[in-house]
């Protein structure tokens, strides 16, 4: 017993997480992710936990608990329970939470790329349920930051009446968000680092946002956050943030980095979001009520860091194109005696084109080569990309994206080159380009007559690829 003293000794007033470990144990058996995702202790305190109670703690295949000769000795350790009003709330509703349930359950696979972490669907209906208690959501314009989570539907299913924006860089959990809200929700793209589309920037009330938790990201998605706000020291910016009780450093970098961004913490309230995954920091995030000063609204925006993410090739730690490669890339936009000019990824704003333009797109996450396709009007374009691209992994595949911007560029799809984990694509310009291709940043209502009235204020850059192909395939 010692041993489990000096366990929880080490975690000083702190105990709430590993004494809902305890009473779990007590309860029945859990595998270790239930006890981390229950608990919000990190796995590293978890693990620690269990190795401490000994031959008390029974192990099975269907999990750890307390062996029941045992138990009483364990129940000293527990703090009082209050009741929580949006926890009453979220049990009154088990038909609604059994729909969202099913939402959750058939939403496009998380990528760890985008260091998408599913939160729990008690998760999404509890946020929907707090902004409803908080905010008078009849009136509100609230905006998603992301939103594979999907508290967008949630708070759909909640408060019908709610004018509500979704913008996302994965075009799957677009179609997905419309397709479930039969369009009731508006739904646009965006990659944040590249920029917010200009028909939400200033409109919002509310924004939500479920951020990569590094400083780059987080502090890049608040900033988009206020752009987004209609009055920033009227609106709210509402971010979820986690990390591990052991390593409060992080806690402090982040937070420092958003009182930068003229940002006040209305609340913290903790352990409020609960994920499948995401151990190292007990399966958990805060939920960080912001409201901006007036320091915020002078935040302008610009391009934002490329290495936003903890995993994958956009990730923090992640290394450079090797020369050699970006040789290659040149060499094949120049072929023909063409002049070259090299950009960084970026197909927020249209300008003057050389006569080639070549980009390096290995980092891309899926979406970025349809969008540099159709915001760039080279005469040629080459883009080096992964070999395993999506838009590149089979006839079907290719064929799609052709069909997309076969009316702007005649595509060569040079696959296994420069060496067989890369490939470069090659756009060269046709000779009658489509007008609403060439022109993918102008209002869709200033280009086309035959699009939508919800579409009239959007361009044609920050459409769904599920809009677009029903634009861009048309007769």
Known sequence: MSSLDDVIAAHGVHLGPLFRVLGLLREG??????????????RRSVEELLAALGDDLERSDAGVRIAPGARAAYARYQLPAYGDPIDAALAERTELLARITGYVDSVPPPLSALDHVQATPETVLRRALWLDSRYDLGSARILFLGDHDLTSLAVRAVRPDTELTVVDLDDRVLAYVEEVSEGSIRTLHADL????????????????????????GMGLFASRGVQALREPTDGRLLLAYGYSVRHPALGAQVQRSLATLGLTFEAILPDFN???????????????????TAKAKKIRGGKGKAAIYTHGPQSVEAGSTKPALLDKLYEIAAEGGLGVESRPVDWSISGPEGDAVAMDLTADPGPWLLRTLLGTNARRLALLLPNAHPDLADAAAQKAL?????????LRLLRSTPDNKHAVVVA?????????????HARLANVSLSVPEELKDARLIDLPRHRLARLLTRG
């Open 29 to 42: 058996r859990h595998d270790l992710g239930e006890l981390v995702r229950a608990s919000s202790a990190p």
């Open 193 to 216: 680092r590249v920029g917010l589309p200009p028909s939400i920037s200033g409109r919002a009330d509310l924004v939500f946002t479920d951020p990569p938790y590094t400083p780059e």
């Open 274 to 292: 609960r994920y499948f995954g995401a151990q190292a920091i007990g399966s958990s995030a805060d939920l960080y009520v912001c409201q901006p």
């Open 402 to 410: 052709n069909d997309l911007v076969g009316a702007k560029y005649k």
């Open 428 to 440: 060269d310009i046709v000779e009658h380009p489509d007008e609403l291709l060439m022109r993918a």
